[in-house]
């Protein structure tokens, strides 16, 4: 059974501070993985989606990583701004021919001005 | 290009009501899955439709059940509801295949006193 986990639960760093997120999985026969953001209350924003045969993808400031063989990723945040407060997400979706994700529990960030 | 909408954005219901929640998918895409999320287990999967037909369930009670439409339009509904069934339900489409993108609707506030 696939499992995600994500360290830390809650990060706080100053405004303009590069920042690393983690994600962790158990099984590495995954298709892709996504990162997303959630404000409170709010559905989610996908931020970046990177498959199995990629080891990176960059979207503006930020910057995620895989390493499918050690059950990692990363998702890097360059010059953090307060607009980036919020819940980070990491879902993988497991080889198998569905679109389900398997989620972790997220990293909640707060970027203080 | 509109996004996913799920209708209606807050509930509340009592307990032993039924319930019926509502998500449009983005145009085109073909596949739609629904999720809950609590503060206590995080986002878990319900069921993915593709054409119509469910093509993954996830680990809920038989009172949870879902359809789609042929104009990829999903509802699902659940039955005799819990306080436990207290939850933000999120919906996200796709043009449904596993190179593709997710992406979420707002979600429905569901509160069972």
């Known amino acids: 059974k696939q499992e995600v986990t994500q360290i830390p639960a809650a990060l706080s760093v100053p405004e303009g501070e590069n920042l690393v997120l983690n994600c962790s999985f158990t099984?590495?026969?995954?298709?892709?993985l996504q990162w997303f953001r959630q404000d409170p209350g709010k559905g989610l924003t996908s931020l970046l989606l990177?498959?199995?045969?990629?080891r990176e993808q960059t979207s503006g400031r930020l910057n995620a990583s895989l390493d499918k063989s050690s059950g990692r990723s990363t998702l890097y945040i360059a010059a953090s701004q307060p607009g980036d407060s919020a819940t980070y997400l990491c879902?993988?979706?497991?080889?198998?021919?569905?679109?389900?994700?398997?989620f972790g529990k997220g990293t909640k960030l707060t970027v203080n001005p | 290009k509109a996004g996913v909408t799920q209708t209606p954005r807050y509930l509340i219901k009592t307990r032993g009501q039924q319930v019926t929640l509502s998500c449009s998918p983005i145009s085109g895409h073909r596949s739609v899955s629904w999720y809950q999320q609590t503060p206590g287990q995080g986002l878990q999967f319900l069921f993915e439709?593709?054409?119509?037909?469910?093509?993954n369930k996830g680990n809920f009670p038989g009172r949870f059940s879902g359809r789609q439409f042929s104009n990829s339009r999903s509802e699902m509904n659940v039955s005799t509801l819990e306080l436990g069934d207290s939850a933000l339900y999120l919906c996200a489409s796709s043009g449904g295949g596993l190179n593709y993108e997710q992406y979420f609707g707002p979600g429905t506030r569901l509160t069972v006193t």
């Open positions: 439709y593709f054409s119509e037909t469910q093509r």
């Open positions: 099984d590495s026969a995954i298709y892709n």
């Open positions: 990177i498959q199995s045969s990629q």
């Open positions: 879902a993988v979706t497991s080889q198998g021919g569905s679109e389900k994700l398997v």
